[in-house]
């Protein structure tokens, strides 16, 4: 479509009339109307502000679909830059959904249109699954987007190290290690302590705190010092807890998700490990 067309579908989509469209931008009723019928053009200087009430960039506006990754990168860091610190994670994970809703698109059309509050009401999960990888997309309480493009070899490197995999997992199913987590996940980063404060604080057993701090160590959530203090060797812990047990523990929740989705795609062929 041209230059004519857009304005009128754009400013129908926005639920604007001409005559909104006219104040915002100080033109006329009549010079609205020419644009649409395309008796007359916008003036140069109209044209990005025109843009900027339709929600449009100028290539939009003019009808160019035909956008390199390039044009697309810089917007998006653009856009992140100008949105308020505070908000920015919010813009992230919108970008992201629409990301999801274009890789859906390619099997079947949605709605183009933007929704700027589509985001806040999305309470259900999405997935897309295909031969190239999968998304997963949780619902509204445990906001997160990931993308899991497939690699040459498949995703099956993982059994490579299907102890390390054992032990990470076995650690995580242990009750008091759990406390241990919790506990320390509140704490300031780089929290100092002894193992004996920290089974007084998560009601551990003496007998058990040292299996719990073995399985911290291996999760990375602890590293240990040693220390001669007044001629006595003591041993002292440094929490450095990380985002990835998070990561990890949000993604689980996923596995036992029973509700409605979104959005979703299984056109997989091949199987998940090779």
Same mark, same amino acid.
């Given at each position: 479509m041209g230059l004519s067309e857009n304005i009128k579908k754009y400013r129908l989509e926005k639920n604007l009339t001409q005559g909104q469209l +006219?104040? =915002?931008l100080g033109v006329s009723v009549q010079a609205v109307s020419k644009w649409e019928t395309s008796e007359t053009y916008p003036d140069g200087a109209l044209l990005v502000p025109l843009a900027n009430e339709l929600c449009?960039?100028?290539?939009?506006?003019f009808g160019n679909e035909s956008v390199t990754m390039s044009d697309i990168s810089r917007r998006i860091?653009?856009?992140? *830059?100008?949105?308020?610190?505070?908000?920015?994670?919010? &813009?992230? *994970?919108?970008?992201?959904?629409?990301?999801?809703?274009?890789?859906?698109?390619? *099997?079947?059309?949605?709605?183009? *249109?933007?929704?700027p509050h589509e985001i806040e009401n999305l309470y259900r999960s999405s997935y897309i699954l295909q031969d190239g990888g999968f998304t997963m997309v949780s619902n509204g309480r445990?906001? /997160?987007? &990931? +993308? /899991?493009e497939e690699p040459k070899g498949g995703f099956g490197y993982f059994?490579?190290? =299907?102890? +390390?995999?054992?032990?990470? /997992?076995? +650690?995580?199913?242990?009750?008091?290690?759990m406390s241990a987590i919790v506990g320390l996940y509140r704490k300031p980063e780089n929290y100092i302590f002894e193992g004996a404060t920290l089974a007084e604080d998560c009601g551990i057993c003496e007998s058990r705190i040292d299996g719990v701090l073995a399985d911290?160590?291996?999760?990375?959530?602890?590293? =240990?010092?040693?220390?001669?203090? %007044? %001629?006595?060797?003591?041993?002292?812990?440094?929490?450095?807890p990380g985002h990835c047990l998070i990561a990890l523990f949000l993604i689980a929740k996923e596995i036992g998700y029973r509700g409605g989705y979104t959005l979703q795609s299984h056109f997989r062929s091949s199987p998940l490990l090779r």
């Open positions: +006219a104040a =915002k449009l960039s100028l290539d939009g506006l860091i653009t856009l992140i *830059r100008e949105t308020e610190p505070d908000d920015r994670f919010r &813009a992230v *994970r919108d970008l992201c959904w629409q990301i999801e809703r274009g890789l859906f698109d390619c *099997r079947m059309e949605t709605d183009k *249109r933007y929704d445990e906001p /997160f987007f &990931a +993308a /899991f059994l490579d190290d =299907k102890e +390390a995999l054992h032990d990470i /997992f076995t +650690a995580l199913s242990d009750p008091d290690t911290l160590t291996l999760l990375r959530v602890i590293y =240990k010092e040693e220390l001669v203090i %007044n %001629n006595q060797k003591r041993d002292i812990f440094h929490s450095c």
